[in-house]
């Protein structure tokens, strides 16, 4: 019998300021399609947050290891794997696969790159050379050029004049990407650039700011057939990172010629460089003149596939493993209930979907930090509806509770806020219409669409409506249409949201629920994804078996969000395989939830009180789950006992201002009897913070603390899992008062016990706990040292800090 052939997926690394959590969720659908396609799956990846070898039926091996070229080359000579796959691993999995290619490593063991030939990779990797094949197939470009030396940018320069675009080529740490508008920010961008290329090169090229930016998503199969997936327009112009804009599907002002023009372009550009799978074309268009350019290709699985699958209901990810593994969009099937021949037809939308950039910068004390070229969000917000408003203001109203902060700000600090955009830049847009700004001249500060600050303005005179029109049923049932929140009525009203949405149910405004199918409803097909509106018609039904409702971590945000999801992918899997339905609420669309072999059915939706009481009153579940969510002890049916809440652990968050070790033991407690589950160190610095299993202990320490956890542990304690701190204090150890562990440290004792805390829990909530899964963990516990390194954006965002636990956005895991 013939072994089936193995493909080695190069991960993604660390979450970091580039990627937040897209590729991992990604990966899960992408392995279970190319299983089906007949592939053992291994995936090289040193990230502990990365939920697909812990998920069942995807990844058959794993290699706990930095997808670094050393790492790679000894897999390919264990594995002699028949395939590669490098573009569910960002920018630098290309990087890494062409110096792969270049060792000779994949032609000595026959190793086939899947997704592209190396030849396209050597041009993805290098701008200059890409450019050049650009203009073979007569697509615009803006003027770009390596260079070694101030002097030859200058002299570039001289001939494209300013401003200009300076960034090293493969920088070692961000993206370093900065415009330039005089010869002394020239010297001094370029001399930063060539010092963090690995080459000593940086990268010059014209700048385009101001322009709109559109992005195409293309599909292609092996044959040569090609799919436009979604053209998505970015709401802010170039010279705003496109991770730091709003994105809005479908496009809203371009004209039917230059939706096709810029379709022809990115089909021809996708047919060149034969890629087969999905590629992503970023343009800028001159709207004066009619004019676009290219301005990036990206071959890769990256954000915008993650959002156009969410806001489309297309299954992006499962169509690109089938793509890579050599299947044809005509001979894709797809199951959960899609049709026959989704896979081989253009997604078409009846909704308007806004991704929104989510900030950490008020967290990290950084005040005055405009929006430039270089990324400064650290995850996005999904918000669905019948119009761009009700979609914009789902978006917004869970970031952004006090919509009215910026009443009290002077006209002067608000003209700087138009002029020089500042995370979060809608806002001083929204007070600028209240206070009288012409939308054209808003549009000539802003450099925004007009055609938006138009939608905006309708904004704000359905808020003067609701000011005028205090309890008024009609301005009420409009403002619900629009999109406005109980929240954000009762601000303008001043009422409570109690009083508001007992107004609604006596006026029987009441929201129902669509769903997200590819055809807009010209098929049959239920993918089991919803979003709410306030129209007539409802397309959701209750789950018809006993079911939980678990509600998402939502966007990523600082401290770390990606672990808090990978915990509730966990929860949520044990929920299925204990035979319940798992009725999911999410808004982060890079959330590794919003997959059908984890969740029974998903609401794309806010995680706020009025949204989750709505869904509840419908679905009724017999449990809510959630991380320890303040409102949920008030929903109606929570109140009632008929549905019963369990919140997991909140994150205990420490932010250390000294040189600490502290030594922590484990020990889950079912109530009865305790489990110990081992002894981590805890080394925080302001350097940095790692944590490590099973270390080496002084002697006597690890009996002396094992005894302090022992007798920490009584019966007026919840089951759970705890730990006890001990530090030493001049040669004596001083124990801390027992607590729950943070998600991330729950994340890290699953994978060094090799036991499955979440399953641990979940199994404990409904009463069907045994002590032989835990005595068999410890049986069978990891005696390694095991460390989790955390990472920090402080590098990428140019800031001088020392590290503090609840600034987290990342980790690497390290075993010996």
């Not at 270049?102 to 063991?109: D, E, F, R």
């Not at 002029?419 to 549009?443: D, K, M």
């Not at 009153?617 to 303040?630: F, G, H, I, K």
Request: charged letters at 20%.
């Amino acid at each position: 019998m013939t072994a089936e052939p193995v493909v080695l997926i190069i991960g993604a690394g660390a979450d970091n300021l580039q990627h937040e959590g897209e590729l991992n969720a990604a990966l899960v659908k992408v392995a279970q399609a190319l299983k089906k396609s007949g592939y053992q799956t291994h995936l090289i990846d040193n990230n502990p947050f990365n939920v697909a070898p812990e998920l069942p039926a995807v990844i058959d091996h794993y290699s706990v290891a930095a997808p670094t070229v050393a790492n790679l080359t000894r897999a390919i000579e264990q594995l002699q794997p028949a395939a590669l796959l490098p573009t569910l691993g960002g920018r630098a999995a290309l990087q890494v696969t062409e110096r792969l290619a270049t060792s000779g490593i994949l032609n000595k063991y026959g190793v086939k790159i899947m997704g592209m030939p190396v030849a396209t990779i050597r041009q993805v990797n290098n701008p200059s050379v890409l450019n050049q094949t650009l203009k073979q197939i007569g697509a615009t470009t803006k003027k770009i050029a390596p260079v070694t030396t101030y002097a030859d940018a200058r002299d570039l320069v001289d001939e494209i004049g300013f401003p200009v675009v300076v960034r090293s080529v493969v920088p070692q740490a961000g993206s370093l990407r900065r415009i330039v508008h005089d010869y002394h920010e020239l010297q001094l961008a370029v001399s930063t650039a060539i010092q963090h290329s690995p080459s000593h090169q940086a990268m010059v090229q014209q700048s385009l700011a101001g322009l709109k930016e559109i992005e195409v998503v293309v599909a292609r199969d092996q044959s040569g057939m090609m799919m436009q997936l979604a053209m998505v327009e970015d709401l802010d112009p170039i010279g705003i990172h496109a991770g730091d804009s709003v994105a809005v599907l479908p496009t809203q002002t371009l004209l039917d010629r230059q939706i096709q023009d810029m379709r022809d372009v990115a089909f021809k550009i996708t047919r060149k460089l034969r890629v087969v799978g999905i590629n992503h074309v970023q343009f800028a268009l001159n709207q004066l003149t009619g004019q676009f350019y290219v301005i990036k290709n990206s071959p890769y699985f990256d954000r915008l596939a993650t959002f156009v699958e969410q806001a489309t209901g297309y299954p992006v990810a499962r169509v690109y493993g089938h793509l890579v593994a050599g299947k044809l969009l005509r001979d894709i099937r797809l199951d959960h209930g899609l049709a026959k021949h989704t896979a081989a037809m253009e997604p078409v939308l009846d909704r308007t979907a806004i991704r929104l950039p989510v900030f950490a910068n008020d967290q990290l004390g950084v005040q005055n930090k405009e929006l430039t070229t270089e990324k400064q969000s650290v995850g996005s917000v999904l918000g669905l509806g019948r119009s761009l408003l009700e979609a914009l203001l789902k978006a917004l109203g869970e970031l952004h509770p006090d919509f009215y902060a910026l009443a009290d700000l002077g006209d002067e600090e608000l003209d700087q806020l138009l002029i020089h955009p500042r995370p979060n830049r809608l806002l001083p847009v929204f007070e600028a219409i209240r206070r009288g700004y012409l939308t054209s001249e808003l549009s000539e500060l802003t450099k925004l669409d007009q055609y938006y600050l138009d939608q905006f303005k309708r904004l704000v005179e359905l808020e003067n409506r609701l000011l005028q029109a205090p309890k008024d049923r009609a301005a009420l049932t409009a403002a619900k249409y629009w999109g406005f929140s109980d929240r954000l009525i009762g601000q303008l009203w001043q009422c409570s949201v109690t009083e508001l949405r007992a107004l609604r149910q006596e006026w029987q405004i009441h929201r129902t629920f669509k769903e997200v199918d590819p055809s807009a409803g010209e098929l049959a097909q239920h993918p089991g994804t919803y979003y709410a509106t306030f129209e007539m018609e409802n397309e959701s039904q209750p789950v018809a078996k006993t079911r939980v409702l678990l509600l998402g971590a939502g966007p990523r945000t600082l401290g770390n969000g990606v672990a808090n999801d990978y915990l509730l992918t966990r929860v949520a899997a044990e929920f299925k395989r204990q035979g319940y339905a798992v009725v999911v609420v999410e808004d982060n669309p890079n959330s590794a939830l919003l997959n059908r072999a984890v969740a029974t059915k998903c609401y794309l939706e806010p995680r706020d009180y009025e949204r989750v009481a709505a869904i509840m009153a419908l679905e009724r579940p017999d449990y809510l789950v959630s991380l320890a969510c303040p409102f949920t002890a008030e929903l109606p049916l929570v109140k009632a006992g008929t549905t019963r809440a369990l919140a997991l652990p909140p994150a205990s968050l420490t932010a250390p201002v000294a040189h600490e070790v502290r030594y922590q033991y484990n020990v889950f407690f079912d109530g009865h009897y305790t489990y110990p589950l081992g002894i981590t160190r805890l080394l925080l610095t302001p350097a940095g913070i790692k944590t490590e299993f099973a270390p080496d202990l002084p002697a006597g320490l690890g009996q002396t603390l094992a005894q302090a956890g022992e007798a920490a542990v009584s019966p007026e304690l919840a089951p759970g899992l705890y730990q006890v701190e001990g530090q030493l204090i001049d040669g004596q150890l001083a124990i801390q008062p027992i607590h729950q562990p943070a998600p991330w440290m729950l994340v890290f004792l699953s994978q060094v016990t090799g036991l499955d805390l979440a399953a641990v829990w979940v199994r404990l909530a409904l009463q069907k706990f045994s002590g032989r899964l835990l005595t068999a963990a410890m049986q069978g516990q990891r005696r390694q040292a095991t460390r989790l390194e955390a990472l920090f954006p402080y590098a990428a965002l140019h800031l001088n800090r020392s590290t503090r636990l609840s600034e987290m956005m990342g980790a690497r895991l390290e075993i010996e």
